[in-house]
């Protein structure tokens, strides 16, 4: 009986969106430390991506930051041909890993949200995620895997959080149409779920407003919030050759929320 693969020989490469901070942070981290290489993107604290940059260093690995506003598709023929000049200084043609995470937060009831409020979280949630790893395909590897990060809010649902919901929930239809499309190429796509996490995502509402701790804490079926290192070694373990059969599924990373 044959033993179970491990990882192809050679320095795997991940593309992260929105990797100076949070989630994106710490899933550059996280691969880091797995012996992974990064290109990431940040929009415009350059001091924030240059601290990563130094963390994954420390960690024994590569990390190159590109600055991109993943809402204005009019960069990305750009962004890639920065993604190929990344590529030569780390060695390599090709990627193996998309995570595509860089996000905005917004919050209005349907009843207030605005026409440009709506539009600018199409660009960023949906049009975005849709173009750039189409710009992409072309760089990475066969038998690569993509990551996109949703949100717990596409199953439960939070007055104020339908618009930014919605888009979510079109990237959960497009992980699957990806997995469907790409399986001839073995790339795997699935969606990775978060529930409230302590960031400073949305203003930091969650770490640094108590009321709103104390609530997701009471919804929450391990009793508090998430934090980055809940979601980061996570998103990188299911990139990982150990969950390679994993594939065009939503996976919820909660803590059990509103169960």
Known sequence: MNAI?????????????????????????????????????????????????????????????????TGN???????????????????????D???????????????????EDLDSLYRVHFKGVFFLTQKLLPLINDGGRIVNVSSGLTRFSYP?????????????VL?????????????AVNTVAPGAVQTDFSGGIVRDNPEVNRQ??????????????????MIASLLSEENRWVNAQRIEVSGGMVI
């Open 73 to 95: 598709t009019g960069e990305f023929d750009v962004f890639v041909h920065e993604v190929r000049k990344a590529l030569d200084a780390l060695d390599a043609e090709r990627f």
């Open 5 to 69: 693969a491990t990882e192809k020989p050679g320095t795997k490469i991940a593309i992260v969106t929105g990797g100076s901070r949070g989630l994106g942070r710490n899933t550059v981290l996280s691969l880091a430390r797995r012996g992974v290489d990064a290109i990431f993107t940040y929009r415009s604290n350059q001091a924030e991506a240059a601290e990563v940059v130094q963390l994954a260093a420390a960690a024994g690995r590569k990390a190159i930051a590109l600055p991109l506003d």
């Open 160 to 172: 104020g959080s339908a618009s930014y919901a919605s888009m979510k929930g079109a990237v959960e």
């Open 97 to 115: 890993y998309l995570v595509n995470n860089a996000g905005t937060s917004h919050h209005a009831l349907i009843a207030e949200t605005t026409e």
């Open 175 to 187: 992980t699957r149409y990806l997995a469907k499309e790409l399986g001839s190429r073995g790339i």
């Open 216 to 233: 997701v804490s009471e919804m929450t079926a391990l009793g508090r919030p998430g934090v980055p290192d809940d979601i980061g070694p």
